[in-house]
Nanobody
Framework: QVQLVESGGGSVQAGGSLRLSCVVSGYTYHTYCMAWIRQAPGKEREGVAGIDSDGSVSYADSVKGRFTISKDNAKNAVYLQMDSLKPEDTATYYC??????????????????????WGKGTLVTISS
């Protein structure tokens, strides 16, 4: 059974930083797309960052230059370093995965892309 467990959310002031972690278990596919997808109350779901099994990364325009996605294969973990945070980054952040050769372009930005596996999410709140 595939499980994705996020951690690292919290409340910080604008301009601050947070690092989200996602630990994956039970996932045996050799090719994959791992992504961080966020959703704020009343807003569309937004894919913010993705990384595939080859290490290629992609970002939504809204976070380019501020967020960095990375992975540690030995720890079965994916991370999202978030810097220069803004109040509009406030959302629940979900870690998601699917068996895929690369993350689809339609995943970044506003998206309804149906990833195969999801974590339960971690809340990020940025105050001004």
């Amino acid at each position: 059974q595939v499980q994705l467990v996020e951690s690292g959310g919290g409340s910080v002031q604008a301009g601050g930083s947070l690092r989200l972690s996602c630990v994956v278990s039970g996932y045996t596919y050799h090719t994959y797309c791992m992504a961080w997808i966020r959703q704020a109350p009343g807003k569309e779901r937004e894919g913010v960052a993705g990384i595939d099994s080859d290490g290629s990364v992609s970002y939504a325009d809204s976070v380019k230059g501020r967020f960095t996605i990375s992975k540690d294969n030995a720890k079965n973990a994916v991370y999202l370093q978030m810097d220069s945070l803004k109040p509009e980054d406030t959302a629940t952040y979900y870690c998601a995965a699917e068996e895929s050769r690369g993350c689809p372009r339609s995943l970044m930005g506003p998206t309804k892309y149906p990833m195969d596996f999801w974590g339960k999410g971690t809340l990020v709140t940025i105050s001004s």
